[in-house]
């Protein structure tokens, strides 16, 4: 029921996203750049993944986190220089360190739903999706722990003002978050 809930609120909106975009560039931005994002994604791993090396997907919502994931990404290739990264982001703001953050790829996280974030799996095979601070995805957690990834949340602290507490929230991301909490063993 729960994934059945999420899948109609983020199919609603969705709709009302697409309603909006006229009014609002930001808005126009993110929902163009997810567009093609699977089809992207799918694309570099033809042409660039090599199966031999592990992958990790590095995903930070917006500019800040970006920032981090920077110094994440630094810090793992120093640790593990055969890696490949891919990061994502769900924020316009993103765009203009997107390239900085040190990955192989990188760009828009597909929409939340089931069809797109199997084919990005897929394409990618990734050993570990990290998400830096708080900003877990329900359906990439689930198909990604399904798929034998490992989960990690970086950097994460909640507020207790956080809009992620809320009641609707919490029925919604729950299930993500523990499943990030049981996979975070790190990458050795």
């Not at 790829?105 to 089931?114: I, S």
Request: aromatic share 6%; net charge positive.
């Amino acid at each position: 029921m729960r994934e059945a809930l999420y899948g109609a609120a983020l199919l609603s909106a969705r709709g009302v996203l697409a309603l909006a975009r006229p009014f609002h560039r930001k808005l126009a931005r993110g929902l163009d750049g997810r567009r093609g994002a699977v089809e992207a994604l799918e694309a570099w791993a033809a042409r660039e993944r090599d199966p031999g090396r592990p992958l990790v997907w590095v995903h930070a919502p917006s500019v800040g986190e970006s920032l981090m994931a920077q110094a994440i990404v630094a810090a793992a290739r120093e640790r593990r220089p055969e890696l490949q990264i891919v990061f994502t982001h769900f924020s316009p703001s993103a765009e203009r360190v997107a390239a900085r953050v040190g990955a192989d790829v990188h760009g828009y996280l597909p929409w939340d739903a089931p069809g797109p974030m199997r084919r990005a799996l897929a394409a990618l095979r990734p050993a570990a999706v990290a998400f830096v601070r708080t900003e877990i995805w329900p359906v990439l957690t689930r198909e990604a722990k399904a798929a034998g990834c490992r989960l990690a949340l970086l950097n994460a602290v909640l507020a207790a003002s956080s809009s992620r507490l809320r009641p609707a929230a919490r029925f919604a991301l729950r299930p993500a978050y523990r499943a990030a909490g049981r996979g975070g063993r790190g990458l050795g």
